[in-house]
């Protein structure tokens, strides 16, 4: 059992949704928005997430308008979006009908005046619930302390740093609300190779 959600963003073949699902992860993101590198569609989305059990499916997206974002929440079967934005104060999508979990510059997450701002802006525009999503801190305890309180202040997710010893460390120290990890592709179907990933993952487990 992992010590805390993770999220597995990226995934794009089977072998990593199968996988990531039976190591424990909450959710697998697929990215959905076909302007965004590495995109699904929406035939093959469904059919990986049809070959796992127990999971969150989450769909990432850009600058997508809301009701094209619905549309694919419900084609897919979404349980959630991550959204993919630029920097400064966007529109944001309008009339999301799941929670968001959005993407934020560190210019975001460590200015206060922009960290306020922001809140409000998610508030108002998202009633079904928001996160944010941010790069773990720097391995310094200043850091650390400064993204605790943070993680107190709204749901943080944070990327998970690819060092085992960090990952723990980040998840240990800040107690965010969960870590998101990245896929990978396969070196030949069927094929893939799950050294760093299963690092990771070990490295979570609760004691």
Not at 105 to 116: G, K, M, Q, S
Not at 163 to 189: C, M, N, R, W, Y
Request: proline share 7%; net charge negative.
């Amino acid at each position: 059992m992992l010590a805390l959600p993770v999220l597995v963003r990226g995934i794009n073949n089977l072998s990593d949704a199968r996988y990531c699902a039976g190591m424990g992860a909450q959710g697998l993101i697929f990215t959905l928005d076909q302007q965004l590198p590495g995109a699904l569609d929406a035939a093959t989305a469904r059919e990986l997430a049809g070959w796992v059990a127990g999971v969150d499916i989450i769909g990432e997206f850009g600058h997508v308008a809301g009701a094209e974002i619905n549309r694919l929440v419900e084609e897919c079967d979404l349980s959630g979006v991550l959204l993919r934005l630029d920097r400064g104060r966007p529109a944001w999508p309008q009339g999301l009908a799941v929670p968001v979990l959005v993407e934020v510059p560190e210019v975001v997450l460590t200015h206060p005046d922009h960290l306020a701002a922001t809140l409000a802006d998610l508030t108002a525009s998202f009633p079904a619930g928001f996160a944010l999503f941010g790069e773990a801190p720097r391995p310094y305890a200043t850091d650390r302390a400064y993204y605790h309180q943070l993680a107190r202040q709204a749901p943080l997710w944070l990327a998970a740093p690819a060092d085992p010893t960090q990952a723990a460390d980040t998840a240990q120290q800040v107690h965010p609300a969960g870590l998101i990890l990245s896929g990978g592709d396969e070196l030949k179907p069927g094929l893939r190779d799950f050294t760093e990933l299963e690092a990771v993952f070990e490295a979570l487990e609760e004691a």
